[in-house]
């Protein structure tokens, strides 16, 4: 069965500081790997990774991708509370191709002033 | 670009009454439309995925006669949620995907329904 998990589940921490965020999965037919941010609404789309060892960046916030080890980490450097929301990562279903996303259970991260 | 419209953003009915949240992509056309439920504290819970045209696939443990879907046109689909109840409460989020980057979906703002 297709699975997602992340780690940790919540995080606090300061302005400032650096976060590494991780998520690992399990799914035939890998195709890519989705991170989402989610503050009070709906999530909004940060990266897609396809690809190994290649960094994906914006602004403070940088993904990459391991498929050897079946895993993704998502940096935040230099945090500030804006940053403050549940991080979500999340894989196209395996066996099937219509789009279908597998969600993990998210990091909720909270940036303290 | 890739905007999707949600709406309504909140909701409060009585029980027994039914509720319709539309879901429009704004600016490209969505060939996959995807309903979901969250509940506090909790990830994103899948209910239904469903194409333009076609009848919409229901995720185990949904009840398709409970929440009806409609994809009339490649930029609206509607969920309707029949005889609420307070148990329906919750937060239900709308999602499309294009036919370009199929693996990438572009969230509404979420509906709150509460069912007194």
């Known amino acids: 069965e297709d699975k997602v998990v992340q780690s940790p589940l919540s995080l606090v921490v300061h302005e400032g500081d650096t976060v590494t965020l991780n998520c690992s999965y399990e799914v035939t037919n890998f195709r890519s790997l989705l991170w989402y941010k989610q503050e009070k609404k709906a999530p909004t789309f940060l990266f897609m990774l396809t690809s190994s060892g290649i960094e994906k960046k914006s602004g403070r916030l940088s993904s990459i991708l391991d498929k050897k080890e079946l895993s993704s980490i998502l940096n935040i450097t230099a945090t500030q509370t804006g940053d403050s929301a549940i991080y979500l990562c999340?894989?196209?279903?395996?066996?099937?191709?219509?789009?279908?996303?597998?969600f993990g259970q998210g990091t909720t991260l909270q940036v303290k002033p | 670009g890739a905007v999707v419209s949600q709406h309504p953003s909140w909701v409060i009915c009585k029980s027994g009454t039914s509720v319709k949240i539309e879901c429009r992509s704004l600016?490209?056309?969505?060939?996959?439309m995807f309903w979901y439920r969250q509940f506090p504290k909790q990830s994103l819970m899948l209910m239904a995925t469903?194409?333009?045209?076609?009848?919409?696939?229901?995720e185990q443990g949904v009840e398709k006669d409970k929440f009806l879907i409609n994809h009339a046109s490649l930029t609206l689909s509607t969920l309707t949620v029949t005889s609420a109840h307070p148990e329906d409460s919750s937060f239900y989020i709308c999602?499309?995907?294009?036919?370009?980057?199929?693996?990438?979906?572009?969230f509404g703002a979420g509906t709150r329904l509460s069912v007194l």
């Open positions: 469903s194409n333009e045209g076609s009848k919409a696939t229901y």
């Open positions: 600016d490209f056309q969505a060939t996959t």
């Open positions: 999340a894989v196209p279903h395996g066996s099937s191709n219509t789009g279908k996303l597998i």
């Open positions: 999602s499309a995907s294009d036919s370009f980057s199929k693996n990438i979906q572009y």
